[in-house]
């Protein structure tokens, strides 16, 4: 009798001690101290010449161009003590967007920036800490990426980080529609084209910011430096002079749809510093200057919504919605007031390519009235200006094939194409047709 019952105790023990081993999360993986990957982009671009009534000094050019970008990132990355991280991102910047990526509200490369020297330079993209502080004992693994180490990390934790990033890093991500090194090229499809983002003229900013993560539900907050001007490549670090603040609350919960997971996310933003008003300057005698009507305690405030949703196993749909008071001055990302976009993507398993990836998107763009004004009157913003405006909208169409010829090399060959209705919002310039090929690789 006595051996029955621990003959019965000990069967009931074999699965439990299975099941605790499980839930240890296989503790035989390694966690990384340190970790090196690399990436470099290079995007050739041409356009023939459009029907273009007049031009300014910030259109996109009418006549036939061709144009190139390269960028090379090193990401490097260490455990300090637990729970803390530390990147570093050099790279290296060449090249230009087609008429130096102006005249487009929704620029066609999302490589290149509004740097008027298109000579190769380098400089600190990143160098951040990372500071997690778990408050659960379940875990999940995470694998070894471009800045961040493999390793588990709690599924309910505060994550703090401090130093020099891009707020898109964090902020207004998507499954499908992110990266302009292997997605949409278009910066209105890597990023809500309404958040007037805080970020130097290459996009990178310093930020103090906060994620709480539980289990699938996280909330964001930011406070990051503006540039000192706008599209200014220096930052100004006295926030009681200037500051942008970025809440954005993300709905992570992998809701099913007809058992298909999805996610949709919110970022709302608020940014103050020395901006022009549009109102103030087309007041004034003949060409209005927004530069001459800047002033402190200006603000900026918007508002974004963007979802992914899985289809099938190899075809997910996406979109975003975007909105900003258009009152002041774009000071930091693109000029763009509202946005609407909505795409598709699908993975290459359907015809056997699991490594190939394709899309398509639209894309429509609107400015305030106000913005609309000012540049129907011939000013100009650090985007736009052909010097006169019939407005409408402007509308983008994007198609881009992914394709990794082997299977044992990391190296990706991309065809895009995409054709632009009124650029820069005007009824008397285009359409515009652009064609794009990209050599990317990264390890």
């Not at 003949?286 to 200006?298: F, L, Q, Y």
């Not at 990302?333 to 598709?344: C, K, M, N, P, Q």
């Not at 200006?385 to 094939?401: F, Q, V």
Request: contains cysteine; aromatic residues 14%.
């Amino acid at each position: 009798m006595v051996l029955q019952d621990l003959r019965k105790k000990f069967i009931f023990f074999i699965p439990a001690f299975t099941i605790g081993s499980l839930a240890a999360q296989d503790s035989f993986k390694k966690e990384d101290r340190f970790n090196f990957h690399f990436q470099t982009t290079y995007v050739y671009q041409y356009k023939p010449s459009f029907h273009s009534a007049y031009e300014g000094n910030n259109s996109l050019a009418g006549k036939e161009e061709k144009q190139n970008s390269i960028t090379a990132t090193l990401y490097l990355g260490a455990k300090l003590w637990r729970g803390a991280e530390l990147y570093i991102n050099p790279e290296i910047a060449g090249g230009s967007g087609l008429s130096g990526a102006l005249g487009m509200a929704g620029s066609s490369n999302g490589e290149t920036f509004r740097v008027g020297n298109p000579s190769p330079t380098l400089y600190s993209a990143r160098y951040f800490i990372k500071q997690a502080f778990g408050f659960a004992n379940e875990k999940e693994w995470r694998d070894d990426e471009a800045n961040q180490l493999a390793g588990y990390t709690a599924k309910k934790c505060l994550t703090l980080y401090f130093g020099k990033f891009s707020l898109g890093d964090l902020f207004d991500n998507n499954e499908y529609s992110n990266s302009p090194r292997t997605q949409f090229m278009n910066w209105a499809l890597m990023n809500n084209g309404a958040w007037d983002y805080a970020a130097n003229v290459r996009g990178y900013t310093y930020s103090f910011s906060t994620e709480l993560r539980l289990n699938n539900l996280s909330y964001k907050l930011a406070l990051a430096a503006l540039p000192k001007e706008a599209n200014g490549e220096k930052l100004n670090t006295r926030f009681k002079d200037s500051f942008a603040l970025a809440i954005n609350a993300e709905i992570d919960k992998a809701y099913l749809i007809n058992g298909k997971k999805g996610n949709t996310r919110l970022v709302v933003y608020h940014n103050n510093t020395n901006m022009g008003n549009y109102k103030e300057a087309i007041k004034m005698p003949g060409i209005p200057d927004i530069i001459a009507t800047r002033k402190k305690g200006r603000t900026k405030s918007g508002a974004g919504i963007n979802f992914d949703q899985e289809l099938t196993k190899t075809t997910g749909l996406f979109g975003r919605l975007g909105w900003n008071d258009g009152k002041n001055e774009t000071w930091a990302f693109t000029e763009i007031d509202r946005t609407v976009s909505l795409g598709v993507s699908c993975k290459g398993n359907g015809w056997k390519r699991e490594d190939d990836n394709m899309g398509g998107a639209i894309i429509v763009n609107g400015l305030s009235k106000d913005h609309r004004n000012y540049l129907a009157k011939g000013g100009s913003g650090f985007i736009l200006g052909d010097g006169a405006l019939n407005y409408s909208t402007e509308a983008i169409a994007e198609l881009y094939y992914n394709l990794k010829p082997s299977t044992k090399i990391p190296m990706w060959f991309t065809g895009d194409y995409q054709f632009v209705l009124h650029p820069g919002y005007n009824k008397d310039r285009g359409p515009v047709n652009i064609f794009s090929i990209r050599v990317h690789t990264e390890f």
